[in-house]
């Protein structure tokens, strides 16, 4: 396979809402290539690019799939995304080794909901952005209110380079950049070139005036040709169109219909003579804060953007190379390890089908397989201490489950196939709650969840079942109460004998020692769970041995590891143990521990005990128009606004809500702002549950344990 430099390799990601038309455009690029002689549908279940089950059962698309082209001595590797962003871990994958990202437009709905959802991601990485509005053939198509919409999104940034007419019943497309009418045939294909029909010349001109403007705003030296020339040819054009792009501020517009090939030829050519290429793009930076720049001569690093496991092929890891060139067999280091993996195959993939080359340069994207120290977001570099290229940060789960194995035999098998999938995919958070002993998975989504479930079944052939996570609560006490308990037992020889008198208070921190207590020893306990026991002695007169304090204090601990209420930890409390009696005989740490335990057990829940309840930080971004509806909901689920800050037509809210309360909440609020909302929570601390929540919480523990 031939082997192209790093100028005349383009990466785009084909990005944009569920059903706009990328797996099909894609399609049609490798067939306008003659790459493959017949073309898929999505209907018809034999894209290149869809080729798994799951997506076959779906009907769309749910991985990115690599696939690559070769156009007039161009070479452009595609990345074909998902539409929901239920999958943003393939997406965001996707956009950050992309050099160009084509964001396609169903010309039947414009810039809609889903278009938004994602152009926020690739706007906030900054990349080169084109438009494509597709289906323009449809008989609902408005490309008018296609372009509008799309201009209300990203600003007159967004500028037509082509536009779609109907001339005697043919669809045509007229180019405002090279000034030509390509009219096609009612089944697409290769176009007759036409001059532009005399009534569409005035609007052609002044589209075409509008573009040279745009192009010449990005550059000193074409500006002052402009001035000069009061034009710009084709090639300055193209100059000013490939500054813009790289500034993120020049979007160019195009329209196609995909599924007839009308206008992909003019796209491909387009991507390769205008939109950047990898040597075009700024260095990547490493995590040291050095910068990889892409050149062939420097040494060879490569970042892993995705991992995959196919049952027939094992783990496939996908990388683009940052710099240098990468051959058959060569050594790198992973920065991150320092481990040395060898590259015994690389591979150009075409969804599943892969192509064995021996050599991949600066820019390209290619694959390997059976690398045993890598994983996703890893740097492969010459030098194990060369830099990490600064890893993509995925989103946090907003949906997290427990996860249990349905036959409780498969449990390790389950966790050995979840720590799979969480290498290939890092959007499935995976935890363990030691307190709840609770295995919690976190998707994007039900869907992510279904997918993710599917995945489990019929790849790694374990059924799981998915629960609402147990809530890790906290137990403390809101007043001061005494209690004493006495623990004695005879059978026989030597027998059990301790009492222990002890008072119990609420601790804070700063608060005064006790008073009418003769304090002989005091020690602080930090509780691994947080929170604090503060334990003094206050024993008078040797009624209780020194010896035995130890002993109390552990018969305490373990009540706190424990509390009365609903078997959770307690924190926050101080115990002042002032009397008590022993046998010289029958007393002994067993006794004294036991003694302790159940006299602060009397004492704890005579003390106003008071269930605490994990409170989390919460940020959203919501479209300002459904603030209310958001505001509402999260106040039916007992969240505290703190403040709202304003952002380009949206809404800032901070709040603290309830880990309880956010069981369903991602779910809600997609359906509330039809998935515009986001969110990210970090954990705030404890607060009190209330107190009709708390009976309640006691009940179902006492049903539990009944």
Same mark, same amino acid.
């Given at each position: 396979?031939?082997?192209?430099? %790093?100028?005349?390799?383009?990466?785009?990601?084909?990005?944009?809402?569920?059903?706009?038309?990328?797996?099909?455009?894609?399609?049609?690029?490798?067939?306008?290539?003659?790459?493959?002689?017949?073309?898929?549908?999505?209907?018809? #279940?034999?894209?290149?690019?869809?080729?798994?089950?799951?997506?076959?059962?779906?009907?769309?698309?749910?991985?990115?799939?690599?696939?690559?082209?070769?156009?007039?001595?161009?070479?452009?590797?595609?990345?074909?995304?998902?539409?929901?962003?239920?999958?943003?871990? $393939?997406?965001? &994958?996707?956009?950050?080794?992309?050099?160009?990202?084509?964001?396609?437009?169903?010309?039947?709905?414009?810039?809609?909901?889903?278009?938004?959802?994602?152009?926020?991601?690739?706007?906030?990485?900054?990349?080169?952005?084109?438009? !494509?509005? %597709?289906?323009?053939?449809?008989?609902?198509?408005?490309?008018?209110?296609?372009?509008?919409?799309?201009?209300?999104?990203?600003? %007159? %940034?967004?500028?037509?380079?082509?536009?779609?007419?109907?001339?005697?019943?043919?669809?045509?497309?007229?180019?405002?950049?090279?000034?030509?009418?390509?009219?096609?045939?009612?089944?697409?294909?290769?176009?007759?070139?036409?001059?532009?029909?005399?009534?569409?010349?005035?609007?052609?001109?002044?589209?075409?005036?509008?573009?040279?403007?745009?192009?010449?705003?990005?550059?000193?030296?074409?500006?002052?040709?402009?001035?000069?020339?009061?034009?710009?040819?084709?090639?300055?054009?193209?100059?000013?169109?490939?500054?813009?792009?790289?500034?993120?501020?020049?979007?160019?517009?195009?329209?196609?219909?995909?599924?007839?090939?009308?206008?992909?030829?003019?796209?491909? +050519?387009?991507?390769?003579?205008?939109?950047?290429?990898?040597?075009?793009?700024?260095?990547?930076?490493?995590?040291? +804060?050095?910068?990889?720049?892409?050149?062939?001569?420097?040494?060879?690093?490569?970042?892993?953007?995705?991992?995959?496991?196919?049952?027939?092929?094992?783990?496939?890891?996908?990388?683009?190379?940052?710099?240098?060139?990468?051959?058959?067999?060569?050594?790198?280091?992973?920065?991150?390890?320092?481990?040395? $993996?060898?590259?015994?195959?690389?591979?150009?993939?075409?969804?599943?089908?892969?192509?064995?080359?021996?050599?991949?340069?600066?820019?390209?994207?290619?694959?390997?397989?059976?690398?045993?120290?890598?994983?996703?977001?890893?740097?492969?570099?010459?030098?194990?201490?060369? +830099?990490?290229?600064?890893?993509?940060?995925?989103?946090?789960?907003?949906?997290?489950?427990?996860?249990?194995? $349905?036959?409780?035999?498969?449990?390790?098998?389950? @966790?050995?196939?979840?720590?799979?999938?969480?290498?290939?995919?890092?959007?499935?958070?995976?935890?363990?709650?030691?307190?709840?002993?609770?295995?919690?998975?976190?998707?994007?989504?039900?869907?992510?969840?279904?997918?993710?479930?599917?995945?489990?079944?019929?790849?790694?052939?374990?059924?799981?079942?998915?629960?609402?996570?147990?809530?890790?609560?906290?137990?403390?006490?809101?007043?001061?109460?005494?209690?004493?308990?006495?623990?004695?037992?005879? @059978?026989?020889?030597?027998?059990?004998?301790?009492?222990?008198?002890?008072?119990?208070?609420?601790?804070?921190?700063?608060?005064?020692?006790?008073?009418?207590?003769?304090?002989?020893?005091?020690?602080?306990?930090?509780?691994?769970?947080?929170?604090?026991?503060?334990?003094?002695?206050?024993?008078?007169?040797?009624?209780?041995?020194?010896?035995?304090?130890?002993?109390?204090?552990?018969?305490?601990?373990?009540?706190?590891?424990? +509390?009365?209420?609903?078997?959770?930890?307690?924190?926050? !409390?101080?115990?002042?143990?002032?009397?008590?009696?022993?046998?010289?005989?029958?007393?002994?740490?067993?006794?004294?521990?036991?003694?302790?335990?159940?006299?602060?057990?009397?004492?704890?829940?005579?003390?106003?005990?008071?269930?605490?309840?994990?409170?989390?930080?919460?940020?959203?971004?919501?479209?300002?128009?459904?603030?209310?509806?958001?505001?509402?909901?999260?106040?039916?689920?007992?969240?505290?606004?703190?403040?709202?800050?304003?952002?380009?037509?949206?809404?800032?809210?901070?709040?603290?809500?309830? &880990?309880?309360?956010?069981?369903?909440?991602?779910?809600?609020?997609?359906?509330?702002?039809?998935?515009?909302?986001?969110?990210?929570?970090?954990?705030?601390?404890?607060?009190?549950?209330?107190?009709?929540? #708390?009976?309640?919480?006691?009940?179902?523990?006492?049903?539990?344990?009944?």
């Amino acid at each position: 396979m031939k082997v192209f430099d %790093n100028k005349h390799i383009k990466n785009v990601a084909f990005v944009g809402a569920h059903r706009s038309g990328k797996t099909t455009l894609s399609e049609t690029m490798l067939f306008e290539a003659g790459l493959i002689n017949r073309r898929g549908t999505v209907e018809q #279940q034999n894209t290149v690019s869809d080729y798994h089950e799951f997506e076959h059962r779906r009907g769309a698309s749910v991985f990115a799939t690599p696939l690559h082209t070769e156009w007039r001595n161009y070479k452009i590797n595609i990345i074909d995304t998902p539409g929901l962003d239920d999958f943003i871990g $393939e997406i965001m &994958s996707s956009i950050r080794v992309a050099d160009t990202i084509v964001t396609v437009i169903n010309a039947k709905h414009g810039a809609d909901i889903g278009t938004e959802i994602i152009w926020n991601y690739v706007d906030k990485y900054h990349k080169p952005t084109l438009f !494509v509005i %597709n289906k323009i053939d449809s008989e609902k198509a408005n490309f008018e209110m296609s372009y509008n919409s799309l201009k209300e999104l990203v600003g %007159n %940034n967004a500028v037509l380079v082509q536009y779609p007419i109907k001339i005697d019943g043919a669809q045509c497309i007229i180019d405002v950049l090279k000034m030509k009418c390509y009219k096609f045939g009612p089944d697409g294909g290769k176009p007759e070139k036409l001059p532009i029909p005399e009534d569409q010349l005035d609007y052609a001109n002044q589209l075409h005036n509008e573009l040279v403007e745009k192009a010449a705003e990005n550059d000193e030296e074409l500006m002052e040709l402009y001035f000069e020339k009061g034009t710009l040819n084709e090639e300055e054009l193209r100059k000013g169109i490939k500054l813009g792009m790289l500034n993120h501020d020049f979007f160019p517009v195009f329209c196609v219909s995909a599924l007839k090939d009308m206008g992909t030829g003019r796209l491909m +050519g387009f991507i390769d003579n205008v939109a950047p290429a990898a040597a075009d793009l700024k260095p990547e930076q490493t995590l040291e +804060g050095d910068l990889v720049k892409p050149e062939v001569d420097a040494d060879t690093s490569l970042f892993v953007f995705k991992t995959i496991y196919q049952p027939n092929l094992g783990q496939i890891t996908f990388f683009k190379v940052k710099s240098g060139e990468v051959n058959v067999n060569d050594k790198l280091f992973n920065t991150r390890t320092g481990e040395s $993996e060898t590259l015994n195959q690389l591979y150009i993939m075409d969804g599943k089908e892969k192509h064995t080359v021996q050599k991949l340069t600066t820019g390209d994207i290619g694959a390997t397989t059976k690398l045993k120290y890598t994983e996703t977001n890893d740097t492969l570099a010459t030098k194990a201490e060369a +830099g990490t290229i600064k890893p993509i940060k995925f989103p946090q789960p907003r949906l997290v489950k427990a996860v249990f194995a $349905e036959n409780s035999s498969d449990e390790e098998k389950l @966790s050995e196939a979840l720590k799979r999938i969480h290498s290939q995919d890092l959007t499935v958070d995976l935890s363990y709650n030691t307190e709840t002993h609770q295995t919690l998975v976190g998707t994007q989504g039900e869907l992510h969840l279904a997918t993710l479930t599917w995945i489990l079944e019929n790849i790694y052939d374990v059924k799981a079942r998915f629960e609402a996570p147990k809530i890790s609560y906290r137990e403390t006490i809101q007043r001061s109460a005494t209690a004493n308990y006495r623990h004695k037992k005879q @059978s026989g020889g030597s027998g059990q004998f301790g009492q222990v008198h002890l008072k119990i208070e609420p601790y804070y921190e700063g608060m005064s020692e006790p008073e009418g207590f003769s304090i002989r020893g005091r020690e602080e306990v930090d509780l691994p769970w947080d929170g604090k026991l503060v334990f003094y002695n206050c024993i008078v007169g040797g009624v209780i041995d020194q010896r035995y304090l130890p002993s109390i204090l552990k018969g305490i601990l373990e009540v706190m590891d424990s +509390g009365p209420l609903t078997k959770s930890y307690i924190r926050d !409390v101080r115990v002042m143990v002032y009397d008590g009696k022993m046998h010289a005989v029958d007393s002994n740490d067993i006794s004294f521990k036991i003694a302790g335990s159940h006299a602060f057990r009397e004492a704890f829940l005579n003390a106003n005990p008071k269930l605490l309840e994990p409170v989390d930080q919460m940020i959203l971004c919501v479209p300002e128009q459904m603030v209310g509806n958001v505001m509402t909901e999260l106040q039916s689920r007992r969240a505290i606004i703190q403040g709202i800050d304003t952002e380009v037509n949206y809404q800032i809210l901070k709040c603290t809500i309830p &880990s309880a309360e956010l069981t369903d909440f991602s779910t809600q609020l997609r359906s509330l702002t039809q998935g515009r909302a986001t969110y990210s929570t970090k954990f705030e601390g404890y607060a009190s549950v209330p107190n009709h929540i #708390q009976k309640e919480l006691v009940k179902e523990q006492e049903l539990i344990t009944t």
